[in-house]
């Protein structure tokens, strides 16, 4: 479970977020909407500790994430697991090195572990046989998949997804849905997704989160997104034609 | 006022990369892989630069004393004494900033505008000294070996350079070298030598780790690299003439 209180993010005295509070919930799959430049991205960098909160707290499972002490802040960030909009893996390092980072870093694994380990997150993700490929060999589709891979090497309990279907076509992007719907019940962990699908809120959803302006606009289930009189939110639902 | 940001900044970036590494093997593994690449890599230019280096200060040398009352051997002291003193560490160093500053820079800015540095921040991992400290302490290892290597590489340049256009033999050339060496030289050109690398790495790794934008902002961050580590040799330079001659 993460819980955030009252948290807060400025930019050159520009309020960007404003007295957030949630909880998102174990084994479920959280959504944050919002349109772009409401701040969503900016509190998802928040939750991962690459940036400081101004006020407030967040909180791991009643472990409050402290940014003055790095090691805390590390020991937190090892049961994390990103995937980012821009997939972020290394380019210069094949997929089997992709994934077997973590593992080397911080696994005592031998190689023929972690060469085992690859294969089934690899396979998990339905990806084979493309160990000694490098990201640029991969499509938008594959280099995700591997994203999510890399994310599970490790048994992570909380799952991170920055716009996960960001430039996939329309079946791919339910693929990715699937799998990470897959993954977060088979893991049993907290997963939380930045994104602007609709689609993927009604598929996938179980807690929905409505940035809007730096604030937390709504939060309720899927089945509550459409009966909502929010003004905001539907207007964000009706931009997106699925009602 | 941004000089000041910018450099506490800077301090306050070296300051986060020291810590314990996560893993020593790894940690090894990589510095290894970065002596290769600052030091092996730029072995090509650090050879022609040399060479040419000692060659032409050689003739040069040898034009200005024209006298029948300096004997040639004074050419070999001249070489010997300004290549261990200045040229050998502060040339190689001002060419290296460009070599080494630039692919410092923009690698390192390619993999903050890619996420990558981010990527290693959420898996709990120290990106400043996971992927700087490595290249700073193969900085001060291999730029001290290749200032050395330039040495030995620019007096022979010299020597042949006298040899084939007949200014001075090699003999006179090594009596001139040895008569003027005293260790207390070669103490000033490696005590340059390891500031530069300093200099080079640190700096470079710095404008390259904090990339903001996109493939323009590498370029810049790269440029911006070798411009300071530049400016900064240069500046070193004089303090270190000031204050150990």
Not at chain 1, 8 to 27: A, C, H, I, P, R
Not at chain 2, 112 to 126: C, P, Q, W
Request: hydrophobic residues 45%.
């Amino acid at each position: 479970m993460i819980e955030l209180k009252e948290v807060s993010k400025s930019f050159n005295n520009k309020e960007v977020l404003k007295q957030v509070s949630t909880v998102f919930e174990t084994g479920k799959i959280n959504l944050v909407i919002g349109a772009s430049g409401s701040g969503k991205s900016v509190l998802m960098r928040l939750m991962v500790g690459l940036l400081k909160p101004d006020t407030g707290t967040i909180s791991y499972d009643k472990r409050i994430m402290d940014f003055t002490d790095y090691d805390q802040t590390r020991e937190i960030r090892r049961d994390i697991g990103m995937l980012f909009q821009g997939t972020a893996l290394f380019n210069s390092s094949s997929v089997q090195e992709n994934i077997e980072f973590p593992l080397k870093m911080f696994t005592t694994m031998n190689k023929e572990e972690r060469l085992d380990r690859v294969n089934f997150c690899l396979k998990r993700v339905n990806l084979e046989n493309i160990n000694q490929k490098f990201p640029a060999e991969l499509s938008g589709g594959m280099k995700k998949r591997v994203g999510i891979a890399r994310a599970i090497a490790l048994d992570i309990k909380y799952l991170f997804c920055d716009e996960p279907n960001s430039g996939l076509d329309p079946i791919t992007s339910r693929l990715i849905d699937d799998l990470i719907k897959e993954i977060t019940a088979e893991f049993k962990i907290t997963t939380i997704i930045n994104t602007h699908d609709m689609k993927t809120v009604f598929d996938i959803g179980d807690n929905i989160v409505f940035i809007y302006d730096g604030l937390k606009w709504w939060e309720g289930s899927k089945s509550d997104v459409k009966n909502s009189n929010n003004d905001e939110l539907q207007l964000f639902l009706n931009a997106s034609y699925i009602i | 006022m941004s000089f000041f940001y910018q450099f506490g900044r800077y301090l306050l970036f070296l300051r986060s990369m020291f810590t314990k590494p996560e893993k020593t093997n790894i940690f090894f593994e990589r510095i290894f892989t970065e002596m290769v690449a600052i030091g092996i890599d730029s072995l090509p230019i650090v050879i022609l630069i040399s060479v040419f280096q000692g060659a032409v200060t050689t003739v040069q040398s040898a034009y200005q004393l024209v006298s029948a009352i300096i004997p040639k051997s004074t050419i070999g002291m001249v070489v010997s004494d300004s290549t261990m003193l200045e040229l050998a560490p502060t040339i190689t160093c001002l060419v290296l900033a460009g070599k080494v500053g630039s692919h410092i820079a923009s690698e390192l800015g390619t993999m903050r505008i890619n996420e990558e540095v981010d990527a290693l921040e959420v898996m709990g991992i120290n990106s400043a000294s996971f992927l700087v400290l490595p290249k700073i302490i193969s900085g001060l290892i291999m730029i001290p070996l290749l200032v050395i290597i330039s040495i030995f590489l620019s007096l022979l340049g010299g020597i042949f350079a006298g040899h084939y256009s007949g200014l001075l033999s090699a003999s006179e050339f090594i009596k001139g070298a040895r008569e003027s060496f005293i260790f207390f030289t070669l103490q000033v050109a490696l005590t340059k030598a390891f500031t530069y690398g300093f200099i080079i790495t640190s700096v470079s790794s710095f404008h390259g780790y904090y990339t903001q934008g996109g493939a323009l902002e590498v370029g810049e961050s790269s440029t911006k690299a070798v411009v300071y580590s530049s400016v900064l040799i240069l500046l070193s330079d004089y303090l270190l003439a000031e204050l150990l001659l």
